[in-house]
């Protein structure tokens, strides 16, 4: 009976992994972990962070995004790259943790795991908490004539909502005052423009919009909402799915 079983669940794996890939929705093109660091150009301890970050970056198993906040600007320089949008999302993630944290460089890892980003043993226990396991949803993204085409397969903890993100891939910037000024500064997979695409209702789901933004490629992330704020990544993807 036990040889019965785990033929027939071993049966039941190779079926749902035939199935996602021919929706172009592979398991193993699933990151396991989403990092985001907080970071700003005007923070003296940022550099360090940023370079972890460029590191993660190569790391095909996870999807590492650098969100430039604006709230260092009065120091003496203004951050060229930075997004008020991306300072509302770290201070939601803050309130949805109830820990109300707000600070830099810090990365979020899976929308719920927050860390000190220039600190790789931090930043090491917030990856292994992931336990190593995928994102439990698949998430694909197309870009064509201006449209990203985007699907969702079938999954639980339903509701959760789907953003297009546009991301360059590198952006060099030489800084001219502050705490890092003369500083020559690189960011990997930067975010450029974040938008809500739809709501998930826990079925397979196809999407289409128009581009977020200008970016080297686009990525999706499937979020949980928790008291109106950004909660859990249930899944993510990337135009450029390597």
Same mark, same amino acid.
């Given at each position: 009976?036990?040889?019965?079983n785990?033929?027939?669940?071993l ?7 035939? %199935? ?5 929705l592979?398991a !193993?093109?699933t990151? &396991? ?8 150009? =005007? ?7 940023? @370079? ?11 999807? %590492? ?7 260092? !600007?009065?120091? =003496? ?10 300072t509302? $999302?770290? $201070? ?5 943790? #109830? !820990?109300?944290?707000?600070?830099t ?10 860390? /000190? ?22 998430v ?5 004539? #201006?449209?990203?085409? /985007?699907?969702? @397969? ?5 509701? @959760? ?13 030489? /800084?001219?005052? #502050?705490?890092?000024?003369? $500083? +020559?500064?690189?960011y ?6 974040m ?12 999407? $289409? +919009? =128009? ?6 490629? +686009? ?14 990544i249930?899944?993510? =993807?990337?135009?450029? @799915? &390597?």
């Amino acid at each position: 009976m036990r040889t019965a079983n785990v033929l027939l669940a071993l049966a039941i794996g190779a079926l749902v992994t035939s %199935a996602l890939h021919a929706r172009g929705l592979a398991a !193993d093109a699933t990151p &396991r972990a989403v990092v985001e660091l907080f970071t700003s150009q =005007g923070c003296a301890s940022c550099p360090p962070a940023d @370079a972890k970050l460029v590191e993660l970056a190569k790391d095909p198993d996870l999807l %590492a995004l650098t969100l430039p906040v604006d709230y260092w !600007d009065y120091l =003496g320089w203004t951050d060229t790259l930075a997004n008020p949008a991306h300072t509302a $999302r770290q $201070r939601g993630y803050a309130q949805a943790r #109830g !820990d109300r944290m707000v600070f830099t460089p810090q990365m979020v890892v899976n929308g719920t795991i927050a860390c /000190i980003g220039s600190k790789s043993e931090e930043v090491s226990d917030a990856l292994d908490r992931t336990s190593g396991t995928r994102l439990p949803v698949a998430v694909s993204v197309e870009v064509a004539a #201006g449209e990203a085409e /985007i699907r969702v @397969a079938a999954g639980e903890d339903a509701p @959760a909502e789907v953003w297009l993100l546009a991301i360059d891939r590198e952006e060099e910037v030489a /800084i001219g005052r #502050g705490e890092n000024s003369g $500083r +020559h500064a690189t960011y990997a997979n930067v975010v450029r423009a974040m938008t809500k695409v739809g709501d998930w209702t826990g079925d397979a789901e196809s999407f $289409r +919009h =128009g581009l977020a933004g200008r970016g080297d490629f +686009h990525v999706v992330l499937l979020q949980k909402r928790a008291d109106g704020e950004p909660g859990a990544i249930l899944g993510a =993807g990337r135009s450029d @799915a &390597r």
